[in-house]
């Protein structure tokens, strides 16, 4: 009879100890989670434009995200001056220490893409 419950005994324990593997892997695969925080955007910067004019619409266009596809919108913006073309430029944070920088040329037009992402690349050319 003490065979048995030994017995019970380790299977409950292994299943245990599997739930907590889980659990603990639940825990750790967030850790590397790498997701945008917007620490500056302005637009039209080069025509006198306030410096983080369009940091409110990165931020809600994407922080906590991966990676995001930024299209200025000058009524977002608020900044709707039409006098010449304007740059953008973000500023976003993926960890702690780690910033980048992101910019469109005046010369790219209106309905540029910016993309701002924190996916690491490794392998050639990276």
Request: hydrophobic share 30%; proline share 3%.
């Amino acid at each position: 009879m003490n065979r048995n419950r030994s017995a019970t005994r380790g299977i409950g324990i292994g299943r245990a100890c599997a739930i907590a593997g889980i659990a603990v892997l639940g825990c750790f695969s967030n850790v590397d989670a790498r997701t945008i925080t917007v620490l500056s955007g302005t637009y039209g910067a080069n025509c006198g434009a306030p410096a983080g004019n369009a940091t409110g619409d990165l931020v809600r266009q994407c922080d906590g995200r991966d990676t995001c596809q930024y299209v200025p919108d000058r009524q977002s913006i608020g900044y709707t001056a039409r006098s010449c073309s304007k740059d953008l430029q973000a500023d976003w944070r993926c960890t702690g220490t780690e910033i980048h920088t992101a910019m469109l040329s005046p010369e790219a037009g209106t309905d540029s893409t910016l993309v701002l992402s924190c996916i690491e690349h490794n392998g050639p050319g990276h």
